[in-house]
């Protein structure tokens, strides 16, 4: 979605939500982890904003418009009245005919905890961090496996 922190980004969001019937802008929000956090307690719901940039002609970024829904809604007619509109504005911002769109990225993450297997729940996992004396990596193959016999918690 357009970067409601980019100024020239939020003024194209409000004209268009002027302009189009049905237009809705969308949002960056926090509220799904604290929506996943209430559903589902205990999962740790993590949420974070991401910002990225991409350089686009001109002409591809008014494509990108013109393609939404709310245009086809227009009619031909109003709708290039629309995108001429937003040219118009655009090279205001972008003299040379190179628009670098901002996106905001709004994702929330949660980690599923793993579930033990029954026979690992009765005597431990060597894999649980608690016990893990290695680093992960630090030894394998036969090393591992002599490591892991040595150890009687195991």
Same mark, same amino acid.
């Given at each position: 979605? #357009? ?18 019937? *049905? &237009? ?5 929000? *926090? %509220?799904?982890?604290?929506?996943? %956090?209430?559903?589902? #307690? ?16 001109? *002409? ?9 829904? &709310? ?28 628009? =670098?769109?901002? &996106? ?24 649980? #961090? ?15 496996? =002599? ?5 009687? =918690?195991?």
């Amino acid at each position: 979605m #357009p970067d409601p922190a980019v100024p020239w980004a939020a003024a194209q969001e409000a004209r268009l939500k002027s302009r189009l019937p *049905g &237009y809705h802008a969308h949002s960056v929000t *926090g %509220d799904a982890a604290r929506i996943v %956090d209430r559903v589902v #307690p205990g999962l740790t719901p993590v949420h974070r904003c991401l910002h990225w940039t991409r350089r686009v002609p001109l *002409g591809v970024h008014l494509a990108h418009l013109g393609s939404r829904s &709310y245009f086809a809604s227009l009619g031909p007619d109003r709708s290039a009245a629309v995108l001429a509109d937003e040219r118009t504005h655009l090279l205001e911002h972008f003299p040379d005919g190179t628009v =670098e769109e901002a &996106y905001a990225l709004d994702l929330t993450v949660v980690r599923s905890p793993r579930r033990p297997h029954r026979d690992e729940a009765a005597r431990g996992s060597p894999c649980s #961090p608690r016990k893990a004396r290695v680093p992960f990596g630090v030894l394998t193959g036969r090393a591992l496996q =002599e490591h892991y016999s040595s150890h009687d =918690e195991y």
